[in-house]
């Protein structure tokens, strides 16, 4: 079955550490997105690739970075600058053009 | 001015009611509208999409869209317990992203 996999499902980060989350996807889609979400909030985006190769920064990049060398992968490094890094993480993609966006199950990361 | 505005609810429906969601946005250029439900704890499943003014059927679902008014909303008829959830509006400018609502925490009384 086509999918998003993301993993871990849990990940907990001491201070000062980076940490990376996994996003797979074999939905053959070119444009893949991360976003933050906090409890009680809304989604916020950190990045987005729409082809390989090419990223941009959305609305909360600092403290995050990414790399799109496969159509099918888009890991995001939490890095120590993002002081606050605790929240539900999600991948998602899509095909382009005017379509909704497949999410995955999700990382939940927590800092001890 | 936030680019997409859900009231957050609460909403309580009683089982078997019709749960109206309602959402607004600001950009007249937006062309594509989705509906996300999305569980606790869980990742957003998209449940509707509608891209024409009018109405949309889908099963107990329907989407109205209406882009003078800058407004879509969500209709669950027959809402059952397993409707609660949280119900997100998002909205697409041609060839752009997506931008989501804060989200209707909807919850249904048996």
């Known amino acids: 079955d086509g999918g998003i996999t993301q993993s871990p499902k849990y990940l907990f980060r001491k201070e000062g550490q980076n940490v990376t989350l996994s996003c797979e996807q074999n939905?053959?889609?070119?444009?893949m997105y991360w976003y933050r979400q906090d409890p009680g909030q809304g989604l916020r985006l950190i990045y987005y690739?729409?082809?390989?190769?090419?990223?941009q920064k959305g609305d909360i990049a600092e403290g995050y970075s990414v790399s799109r060398e496969k159509k099918e992968s888009f890991p995001l490094t939490v890095t120590s600058a993002q002081k606050n890094p605790t929240a539900f993480y999600l991948c998602?993609?899509?095909?382009?053009?005017?379509?909704?966006?497949?999410f995955g199950s999700g990382t939940r990361l927590t800092v001890v | 001015q936030k680019e997409v505005e859900q009231n957050s609810g609460p909403l309580s429906v009683p089982e078997g009611a019709i749960a109206s969601l309602n959402c607004t946005y600001s950009?007249?250029?937006?062309?594509?509208f989705f509906w996300y439900r999305q569980y606790s704890g869980k990742s957003p499943e998209l449940i509707m999409s509608?891209?024409?003014?009018g109405d949309k059927e889908d099963g107990r679902f329907t989407a109205q869209l209406n882009k003078a008014s800058q407004y879509v909303s969500l209709l669950i008829r027959d809402s059952q317990p397993s409707d609660s959830a949280t119900y997100l509006c998002a909205v697409k400018l041609a060839n752009e992203k997506l931008t989501f609502g804060t989200g209707t925490r909807l919850t249904i009384i048996p």
């Open positions: 509608i891209y024409s003014n």
């Open positions: 998602a993609s899509s095909v382009r053009g005017d379509y909704g966006y497949t």
């Open positions: 690739s729409q082809i390989v190769n090419d990223f």
């Open positions: 939905l053959n889609h070119d444009a």
């Open positions: 950009d007249r250029g937006s062309q594509s």
